[in-house]
């Protein structure tokens, strides 16, 4: 379990709100948005074999409605250098996400600096990252990389089939708000494939504590993908967590947690709470918040106040 270092974090951050990824050097036809048919066009004079795989529901982050998966193999660039293989992946009929195994230096030779730690590189002007333990190159979004789809990999990249789990929204047994940080943190380390440690300083949470902790967990298997947890601590116990989830997904979770938890206490156009206001789902940046009640109930009075929707 390694501990990610603040700097490729930060890098991954700008990253985020960064220009176009670097997906022009597989083709100039391949930008992010690039519809099916351009892509497929771009793709087959360069890949040796071309497969769509198109999983049904839809189960990817990015995708409200479908997804496909263009899976390249043996692809070549204008330069005669060539990739094992490389998966394309189009939400709702445009392109948001490409990984890649081979010779990735066409990808970095104009993707700027890089921060690297672990088995991670990043390049953070060009949304590009580079898993050197498995030999694989990531280009994300925006939404891509709010979501932490670095850390999740696609199996078509390797001939296994795509199969999403259940959209199980039940609470990770870690996120216990109220529960100390000196007892969540060997569990945190024991589930989690990667966690970083933040301090805040200042301290920005709304109860106002002295000090502000945030554990930060990438690659936690819940409601169906592996995702990035958020742990916020106030003076050594813990707040809330911040699941993070992606753009596409809203109508599913909603419909999953609306099964789970039954008619929430607030629905608005940014949040909608269930749980006496433990649980919330968020749509304005795509999230799930459990948080102490106490709290939660005054982010609902607040936004009750400003006249959302309910």
């Not at 040796?48 to 189960?59: E, F, I, R």
Request: include cysteine; hydrophobic fraction near 45%; charged fraction near 20%.
């Amino acid at each position: 379990m390694p501990l990610l270092s603040l700097s490729l974090t930060a890098a991954l951050a700008v990253a985020a709100q960064a220009g176009p990824a670097p997906s022009q050097a597989f083709d100039d036809a391949l930008v992010f948005g690039a519809g099916l048919e351009s892509v497929e066009q771009a793709l087959e004079p360069r890949c040796d074999s071309l497969q769509a795989v198109s999983p049904s529901p839809a189960g990817f982050p990015l995708a409200r409605e479908e997804e496909t998966h263009l899976v390249c193999h043996g692809f070549s660039f204008d330069s005669g250098e060539r990739l094992d293989a490389a998966v394309f992946t189009l939400a709702d009929g445009a392109l948001v996400q490409i990984e890649a195994r081979g010779d990735t230096a066409p990808l970095t030779a104009h993707a700027g600096d890089s921060v690297s730690y672990a088995h991670w590189t990043a390049y953070p002007a060009a949304g590009l990252i580079l898993d050197d333990a498995a030999g694989t190159a990531h280009i994300l979004s925006p939404d891509g990389l709010h979501a932490n789809l670095f850390a999740w990999h696609n199996p078509l990249l390797d001939g296994e089939p795509l199969d999403y789990a259940p959209v199980d929204v039940s609470i990770p047994p870690e996120v216990r708000p109220g529960a100390s940080l000196d007892t969540l943190m060997p569990e945190i380390e024991a589930a989690c494939p990667v966690v970083q440690v933040r301090e805040i300083d200042p301290p920005s949470l709304p109860t106002q504590p002295a000090t502000q902790t945030q554990i930060n967990c990438f690659g936690y298997p819940v409601a169906g993908f592996e995702r990035k947890i958020e742990f916020v601590f106030g003076d050594g116990q813990l707040v809330l967590a911040w699941i993070l989830t992606g753009r596409g997904e809203a109508d599913r979770l909603q419909a999953a947690m609306d099964a789970a938890y039954g008619t929430p206490v607030h629905a608005g156009d940014t949040f909608r709470f269930y749980e006496d206001g433990r649980l919330a789902l968020r749509f304005d940046k795509p999230e799930i918040l459990v948080v102490e009640q106490s709290l939660g109930a005054g982010y609902i009075d607040q936004l009750n106040g400003a006249g959302e929707a309910d």
